[in-house]
């Protein structure tokens, strides 16, 4: 199935200034809160090996990754909202915390066009999506 087969498209947008430890760290936190919004429809079923040794479910649909300076972050984010599109965000802040709780903490203490927007990820309709990411180069 490609990208087209899907009602939606999922993409995860990081910053272009970050280490690469940091960049695969928001990804991940970021596709956590995609699929902890879209619910179980976007979670195959369980992988098995030839041996039957079970693996556990992925995202059923691809996910595209795309790179951005902070403006363009801050762009997308209230690109999103104009839509109505829920967004999962990661902000600087949030490398210095060790617990949900705190990072909770962290974006809740700034307003939001002061948010250190270091990710932010979209699961959103195509033309949604389209009109999100316009502009974004695919990271390398």
Same mark, same amino acid.
Do not use: C
């Given at each position: 199935?490609?990208?087209? !087969?899907? !009602?939606? $498209?999922?993409?995860?947008?990081?910053? !272009? !200034?970050?280490?690469?430890?940091?960049?695969? &760290?928001?990804?991940?936190?970021?596709?956590?809160?995609?699929?902890?919004?879209?619910? /179980?429809?976007?979670?195959?079923? %369980?992988?098995?090996?030839?041996?039957?040794?079970?693996?556990?479910? +992925? +995202?059923?649909?691809?996910? +595209? @990754?795309?790179?951005?300076? #902070?403006? $363009?972050?801050?762009?997308?984010?209230?690109?999103?909202?104009?839509?109505?599109? *829920?967004?999962?965000?990661?902000?600087?802040? #949030?490398?210095?915390?060790? &617990?949900?709780?705190?990072?909770?903490?962290?974006?809740?203490?700034?307003?939001?066009?002061?948010?250190?927007?270091?990710? +932010?990820? @979209?699961? /959103?309709?195509?033309?949604? /999506? %389209?009109?999100?990411?316009?502009?974004?180069?695919?990271? *390398?």
């Amino acid at each position: 199935m490609g990208l087209s !087969d899907f !009602d939606t $498209k999922v993409a995860v947008v990081v910053r !272009d !200034d970050l280490a690469t430890w940091q960049r695969l &760290n928001v990804t991940a936190f970021l596709i956590s809160g995609v699929t902890a919004d879209a619910g /179980a429809a976007v979670i195959g079923e %369980d992988y098995a090996d030839a041996d039957g040794r079970r693996y556990l479910p +992925l +995202l059923i649909q691809p996910v +595209l @990754v795309f790179e951005a300076g #902070m403006e $363009k972050l801050r762009t997308l984010r209230a690109r999103a909202e104009r839509r109505g599109v *829920p967004v999962a965000i990661y902000t600087g802040e #949030m490398f210095s915390t060790g &617990n949900d709780h705190d990072n909770r903490a962290a974006v809740r203490d700034v307003p939001t066009a002061e948010l250190d927007l270091v990710g +932010l990820a @979209v699961r /959103a309709p195509h033309r949604d /999506a %389209d009109a999100i990411l316009r502009g974004l180069a695919r990271h *390398p």
